[in-house]
């Protein structure tokens, strides 16, 4: 009790008839009216712990009641959950969420707030009882639950698992996991039709989009097409279609030419039926010479006329009348149909300042644009094409470093022709797990897998040659070449490099079992020898070695052992993607007694590597 009392710093009575309202750090949560007296009491007692200034929210998300009157944001930064007051802005309630919550959902009767917590494995609920938010029951399922769709009969809900390749239904009230559903790699984002039947879901790891049966809780199908950051889904009123904004990735190297002509990255937004399984319909979203950066969040107007999507990296709200979108299943162009840059009527761009993410409609056709980087919502008026106000969720009034380096990261005017950002190829600091050629190991051809920048500051030299050993350089390298941008100033750099230092891998969900503590064994064993160049912490020596798997023409020789920690989640493996499994890496291009010569793994030693190795 001490421990907690001493974070609690009260924050005021809200009527008699009111329960108390109390503040955690940047958050508030709430007492009810029966424990005042206890609380009285405590608050003699209380040492205030309040935070040396305002916090940063960078809400990701946005749910609004049905009436429109309040809203509900996703407080990634601060672990929080907010219900503001529509109509003026006001912050009625903020509660502790977790760690990095990043979706929310409402309940059918609008009565109880469910919030996901990916770095806490959590998924956490709270009843709205008048201006509060009363904390009820916690799901654990962990893997990064992300995306949630409640189902109409208020009796369960869906969670993407982002880590685990699957969905969990969980039972409500009290969050219960009922069954798990394989859908793919990376699912993030899902859209669950009016009736409840089929549950949409976009799988980045995979590529496409997984379309289950929530009766039989079976996958019926996953439409691949190679799609990259699938972003906030939409299913149309009469439940046939999915609609969704992604990057697409042309594996060609980047050069100037290449980047103009919308051959390496470019922006769509498409579109695939629920009810059979047929190939993806799409329409490129970016203009020659301007594109298109991290298109993100999407929604339709209430009568299905307009079509609108974010542009988080080009700081932008795209309009588009849906009958003149020119969908197309086979051969989409590199560049947006001339028809829809004749005609603002059919396609029209609004600057969005920040960095605006995921898009609700609210009453009367206006728009609720969340947008991390202001710590706000944007209320738009779609047809005037203007911010009618911005809703404050909190923060600091000046951008710290960190913030500042954060924004750089996620800005795609800072490329050639505003094509893509850092975070494009670095989703929240990851990998995409794609192999592109960006020139960056002094030949063309030489495709390398994009590598993750968590711990980036703890785990120098960079680059999958290690050639590169200043961080600041480098920094600098990928902003002109990888990016042919202009040239960043020293305080752009600095700033990059603060926000760099934030980026840590998610805490592994796996259990530790009796093959995982067999498998540290094997691994710090002279006969698999992974240790010689693995070390913990961080799993990588920061050396170069030779292994066997070099390609002829390589300009620099040997490889820096990439960081094993998070190795359990990414869809491709070793420096060009080759293998798919630890495994396959394993058994065929890495095999311990290939590279030690101390003998071949026993088949019980490879199972329990393994679990170790998925641990990390």
């Known amino acids: 009790m001490s421990k907690i009392a001493k974070s609690w710093q009260p924050a005021g009575w809200r009527g008699i008839a009111s329960n108390v309202t109390c503040r955690e750090g940047g958050a508030s949560f709430t007492i009810p009216r029966m424990r005042r007296a206890a609380l009285l009491f405590l608050a003699g007692l209380i040492i205030s712990a309040a935070p040396a200034g305002p916090v940063d929210r960078g809400p990701e998300d946005v749910v609004l009641s049905a009436d429109g009157s309040r809203l509900f944001t996703a407080n990634t930064l601060s672990g929080t959950v907010s219900m503001i007051r529509?109509?003026?802005?006001?912050?009625?309630?903020?509660?502790?969420?977790?760690?990095?919550?990043?979706?929310?959902?409402?309940?059918?009767?609008?009565k109880t707030l469910l919030a996901s917590a990916g770095y806490s494995g959590e998924v956490r609920s709270y009843r709205i009882e008048g201006d509060a938010l009363v904390p009820g029951p916690v799901g654990k399922p962990g893997f990064f639950p992300r995306g949630l769709a409640v189902h109409p009969d208020g009796k369960?809900?869906?969670?993407?698992?982002?880590?685990?390749?699957?969905?969990?239904?969980?039972?409500?009230?009290?969050?219960?996991?009922?069954?798990?559903?394989?859908?793919?790699?990376w699912p993030r984002e899902m859209a669950l039709s009016s009736d409840g039947s089929r549950l949409a879901v976009g799988v980045s790891g995979t590529g496409g989009?997984?379309?289950?049966?929530?009766?039989?809780?079976?996958?019926?199908?996953?439409?691949?097409?190679?799609g990259l950051n699938l972003g906030q889904m939409q299913i149309s009123r009469d439940n046939s279609l999915v609609y969704f904004p992604w990057v697409i990735y042309r594996q060609l190297?980047?050069?100037?030419?290449?980047?103009?002509?919308?051959?390496?990255?470019?922006?769509?937004?498409?579109?695939?039926?629920?009810?059979?399984?047929?190939?993806?319909?799409?329409?490129?979203?970016?203009?020659?010479?301007?594109?298109?950066?991290?298109?993100?969040?999407?929604?339709?107007?209430?009568?299905?006329s307009r079509v609108y999507c974010t542009a988080a990296g080009t700081h932008e709200l795209l309009i588009y009348r849906l009958d003149a979108m020119p969908f197309q299943d086979f051969g989409t162009p590199d560049h947006i149909d001339a028809e829809l840059l004749k005609d603002r009527e059919k396609f029209d761009r609004m600057p969005l300042p920040g960095r605006p993410t995921k898009v609700r409609l609210g009453p009367g056709g206006q728009l609720f644009v969340v947008n991390p980087q202001l710590n706000a919502v944007q209320v738009v008026d779609p047809v005037a094409?203007?911010?009618?106000?911005?809703?404050?969720?909190?923060?600091?009034?000046?951008?710290?470093?960190?913030r500042r380096g954060e924004a750089i990261f996620h800005d795609a005017t800072r490329s050639l022709d505003q094509w893509y950002s850092c975070?494009?190829?670095?989703?929240?600091?990851?990998?995409?797990?794609?192999a592109m050629d960006t020139r960056n190991d002094g030949r063309f051809g030489n495709y390398k897998v994009v590598l993750s920048l968590h711990n980036l500051t703890k785990t120098g030299?960079?680059?999958?040659?290690?050639?590169?050993?200043?961080?600041?350089?480098?920094?600098?390298?990928?902003?002109?070449?990888?990016?042919?941008?202009?040239?960043?100033?020293?305080?752009?750099?600095?700033?990059?490099?603060?926000?760099?230092?934030?980026?840590?891998?998610?805490?592994?969900?796996?259990?530790?079992?009796?093959?995982?503590?067999?498998?540290?064994?094997?691994?710090?064993?002279?006969?698999?020898?992974?240790?010689?160049?693995?070390?913990?912490?961080?799993f990588t020596d920061g050396k170069i070695h030779t292994t066997g798997i070099e390609e002829r023409g390589d300009v620099y020789r040997g490889y820096n052992p990439p960081?094993?920690?998070?190795?359990?989640?990414?869809?491709?493996?070793?420096?060009?993607?080759?293998?798919?499994?630890?495994?396959?890496?394993?058994?065929?291009?890495?095999?311990?007694?290939?590279?030690?010569?101390?003998?071949?793994?026993?088949?019980?030693?490879?199972?329990?590597?393994?679990?170790y190795l998925n641990s990390l």
């Open 209 to 226: 989009v997984a379309v289950v049966d929530t009766a039989t809780g079976k996958l019926d199908f996953v439409e691949d097409f190679l």
């Open 253 to 304: 190297p980047i050069t100037t030419n290449n980047i103009k002509q919308g051959w390496v990255l470019g922006a769509r937004i498409g579109r695939v039926k629920l009810g059979e399984q047929a190939r993806r319909e799409a329409i490129t979203l970016d203009p020659q010479g301007k594109a298109v950066g991290d298109p993100t969040g999407i929604v339709l107007s209430a009568d299905e």
């Open 461 to 538: 030299p960079w680059t999958w040659h290690g050639w590169q050993k200043n961080l600041d350089e480098s920094i600098e390298k990928s902003l002109v070449d990888s990016m042919l941008g202009p040239k960043p100033t020293p305080d752009d750099v600095k700033a990059l490099v603060a926000y760099l230092a934030t980026l840590t891998p998610p805490p592994n969900p796996n259990a530790i079992t009796d093959a995982v503590k067999r498998g540290e064994e094997v691994f710090k064993s002279e006969k698999a020898g992974c240790a010689r160049c693995h070390p913990a912490p961080y």
């Open 423 to 434: 975070a494009t190829c670095h989703f929240e600091g990851g990998t995409n797990s794609v």
């Open 563 to 611: 960081s094993l920690v998070g190795v359990f989640d990414r869809p491709k493996l070793l420096h060009d993607g080759r293998a798919k499994t630890l495994r396959e890496v394993l058994t065929k291009h890495h095999n311990p007694d290939a590279i030690v010569g101390k003998g071949e793994l026993t088949e019980q030693e490879l199972a329990d590597l393994i679990a």
């Open 156 to 185: 369960r809900v869906f969670v993407a698992l982002s880590q685990g390749q699957s969905v969990a239904e969980l039972r409500l009230p009290d969050l219960e996991e009922t069954r798990r559903i394989a859908v793919g790699r």
């Open 86 to 110: 529509a109509d003026d802005g006001r912050t009625l309630a903020e509660v502790p969420a977790g760690q990095r919550p990043t979706n929310v959902a409402l309940s059918p009767d609008g």
């Open 385 to 402: 094409k203007r911010i009618v106000r911005t809703i404050d969720v909190g923060g600091p009034a000046e951008p710290t470093l960190v």
